[in-house]
Nanobody, 125 residues
């Protein structure tokens, strides 16, 4: 059974860092590309970052470029999102999701087949 489990969220002060993890089971990171999305109250779920299954190409939303880094470990079947220089506007529930490897479009939630349950990130002093 395909499953994604996020972890690593929490409360952090502005300027701080967190690393989110997304562990996949039931499929491998060679078969599916992984995206990170986030959603805050009253807002649409938005794409944050993605890493492709084929060649490891990474993509980022403009709002997080230079602050967030996505990576993957194919041995543990885990994708990471390193978040630095966090801002209050980064506060949201963060979700990871899996899309088939042939789909290049990364920031459209409808192309993803599997979703994790989400992890809360709160940036506040």
């Amino acid at each position: 059974q395909e499953r994604l489990v996020e972890s690593g969220g929490g409360l952090v002060q502005p300027g701080g860092s967190l690393r989110l993890s997304c562990r996949a089971s039931g499929f491998t990171l060679d078969e599916y590309s992984i995206g990170w999305f986030r959603q805050s109250p009253g807002k649409e779920r938005e794409g944050v970052s993605s890493i492709s299954s084929s060649d490891g190409t990474t993509d980022y939303a403009d709002s997080v470029k230079g602050r967030f880094t996505i990576s993957k470990d194919t041995v543990t079947n885990t994708v990471y999102l390193q978040m630095n220089s966090l801002k209050p506007e980064d506060t949201a529930v963060y979700y990871c999701a899996a899309r088939p490897l042939e789909i290049v479009l990364w920031n459209v939630k409808e192309v993803y087949d599997y979703w994790g349950q989400g992890t809360q990130v709160t940036v506040s002093s």
